[in-house]
Every structure is written in C-alpha cells, then in structure tokens.
C-alpha cells in the first residue's frame, strides 16, 4: 500500500520490544507501571501496555482521560493539577465510570476536588505533588510537605494516597552516571516524604515517579511504588541524546519525500513543522534524525517544508526520493494526527487511532 507522504508511522516490532523490555525491567524492581499515555493518545497502545503488565495508564489532563474512560480504560492517574469550577465538575462525572487519582499542590484545587468527590460515594484519590527540582509544580520537599498535608487531610470528598514527582530537569542529564544519581535522588525524595507524612500521622503508599531516563535503571528508583514513563514506547532523539535508547530502537518515524534540490548539497523535503514540530533534541540544533543517512543534517523548517544539508560526494538525493526521520521528540507527533500508519516486518500493516488527538484541556 502506497501511502501520501508526509506521514507518520510506526515499526511495530521495535515498538512491542520496547512495551516489553519495560515492563520487564519495573517488574523486577517490584515498580507498578502506569504509563504516561499522552506519548501516544491511543487506546489500543494503552491496551497493549496493559496487557504486558501496566496497572494502570497516566493521562496528561482531563479530556485524555475521558478520552481513555470513553474506549474503556478503567485505572487513570491524571498527573495535572485540575483548576475551575468545570475540571472539578467534569472529575466528579469522571470518577463515576473510573478509578481515577489526580495531583494536588494547593489549598485551592485541594477544596475544589473536595467538593466535588464529597457528591460521590467514595473519596476521590489524591497525590500530594512534590517539586522535583524542574520547579513546574508541587509544593517544596520537607516540612512544606507535611504542613501542605495538615492544611487538607481533613477535607471531606478527597483521600490523600500518596506522593508524586517530577524530575524533569534529568533530561539534560550529560551521563548515564547522572541519570542514576537523579533517579536515586528522585527515590529518596519521595522516600523522605513518605516517612515525614508518617511521622505525623498520615501513612501514604503510593509513591509516584520515574520518567522514562530513570525507568531504564529502576534499581536505583528502589522503594517507589509506581513510574510513570511514557516516551520509551516510541523513543525519539531526546531519549538518544540521554543515552537510554539507540536509533534502531525508536519505533516512531516520519517519512517525507523529496520535492526539490535547488543546489548540490541541498534538498527540501515535503515535511515541515506542521508534521515534526519545532521541538529541538537535547543535544544538537537539527529538527530530527535522518537514520539512512546519519551525517546529513534537518537544519531549518517552514510550516510545510524541510531543509536538508549533506555531503554531495557522500549521500545522493534526487526529486522523489523518500527519507525517514526521527523525531527529536515524540510525544507531539501522534497529537497531530488522526491516525497512525504501522509498519509490520517492513509492510504495512494497518493503522492506529489516535483517539485523544486534541484532547489537551
């Protein structure tokens, strides 16, 4: 099947390797999986996740949950602080066909939670969210923890559960050394908050972290309950660039086609930032990776063009050619499609839904 470019797709087999190497690595750590699914917004990868041993999935905000809840996903962390009248409303009618926690770091959406779980019939489940160090949310780790804890255990409607944390700051991590010690720190700032809550009379067993970098060395995330990582199911430039994955094992690709040559060493190809997206990797200035042909660079993007450079006594590019690229980071591909093409021992197979494209409110 021949199939317009530009257009994303996925090779299934390093995909599936991917969901279950996962899997494996936290299963034997004893780290329940609960995997973010806002790397993929689809319920039939949730599915897959689920059925190699995830416990649950983690959706980024409301409506990817409701996204999920709709296609029959039961056991949803939504890892947002919920704010407004219409979110807490929309949570109460969620929790009426779920299981779902949320993020709590303020008094203010703590009541507002409070009032709406106290018109279910159980409590809605909360994680006390902790700054990691990123500084993106959370109140402060020691005793801001434990006095946050005494402002809302007693309001009727939520029940704190346990801890949540974000490192984000380890993807700018230079070694695999740091990545480990950053995940060790990640443990024990949970650990610490754990023991705190108890001291003061409120014990909480969930303990919720673990991005996808510190999930490849969950030996140093001992003592967490739960990670949340998400990216390692496609990979992308980002997880390359951190040293936690190779390019062979991103499953996620674009392919685009050549549309022009205007000098030796230059080609423009159909894909632009409307398909990659401007993010840039972690490590370097170029818009993706060309696997096929490594030394070339993605330098420059319009909305509906890229820039390629090379060597033109090293690589040859004619008009129609096709190249794939990886993408610097995957996670903001899939929300620009309604679908997804999967490519099975290098055939096209069939394609995927992306049922919580646009689902970012």
């Known amino acids: 099947m021949e199939l317009p470019t530009p257009y994303v797709y996925l090779r299934w087999e390093e995909l599936e390797a991917n969901v279950k190497a ?10 329940d999986h609960w995997p973010h699914c806002k790397t993929h917004k689809s319920a039939e990868l949730v599915r897959l ?31 947002y602080s919920l704010v407004g009248e219409e ?21 203010h959406v703590a009541r507002g939670l409070s009032e709406a779980g106290a018109q279910l019939a159980s409590p809605i489940e909360a994680l006390i969210e902790i700054d990691g160090g990123s500084h993106r949310g959370g109140v402060q780790p020691g005793s801001d923890v434990v006095q946050f804890a005494r402002e809302v255990r007693g309001l009727p409607g939520i029940s704190v559960v346990g801890v949540f944390t974000y490192v984000g700051q380890i993807y700018g991590s230079k070694s695999r050394d740091e990545i480990r010690e950053m995940a ?9 908050a754990q023991r705190q809550l108890a001291d003061d009379g409120l014990p909480v067993a969930v303990l919720s972290g673990g991005s996808t970098p510190a999930s490849f060395y969950p030996e140093e995330l001992k003592g967490m309950t739960q990670s949340r990582a998400g ?3 496609f990979g992308d430039m980002n997880a390359v660039g951190v040293g936690v994955m190779k390019p062979e094992q991103c499953a996620l690709r674009i392919r685009s086609t050549v549309v022009s ?13 409307k398909t990659l997206t401007t993010d840039l990797s972690v490590k370097g200035q170029a818009y993706g990776f060309l ?33 794939d690229i990886i993408p610097n980071h995957s996670c903001v591909i899939p929300n620009l499609n309604d679908e997804i093409a999967v490519m099975k021992q290098g055939q096209y197979w069939k394609h995927i839904h992306i049922d919580a494209r646009g689902r970012n409110y």
Do not use: C
């Open 261 to 273: 040559t205007p000098l030796p060493g230059y080609a423009t190809i159909d894909a632009g930032s």
């Open 87 to 107: 979110k807490w409303r929309r949570l109460g009618k969620l929790a009426e066909r779920a299981k779902v926690r949320t993020v709590i770091d303020s008094f």
């Open 291 to 323: 696997p096929d042909l490594p030394a070339a660079e993605l330098y420059k993007l319009n909305e509906e063009h890229g820039y390629i450079r090379y060597d033109h006594g090293q690589y040859t590019l004619q008009i129609g050619d096709q190249v």
């Open 49 to 79: 996740q689920l059925a190699h041993g995830a416990k649950g999935i983690t959706a980024a905000k409301l409506s990817e949950a409701e996204a999920m809840a709709d296609a029959g996903i039961t056991d949803i962390l939504i890892a």
């Open 22 to 31: 996962m899997a494996q690595r936290l299963a034997e750590a004893g780290i």
């Open 231 to 233: 990216n390692y199911i």
């Open 184 to 192: 060790r720190m990640e443990a024990r700032l949970l650990l610490d």
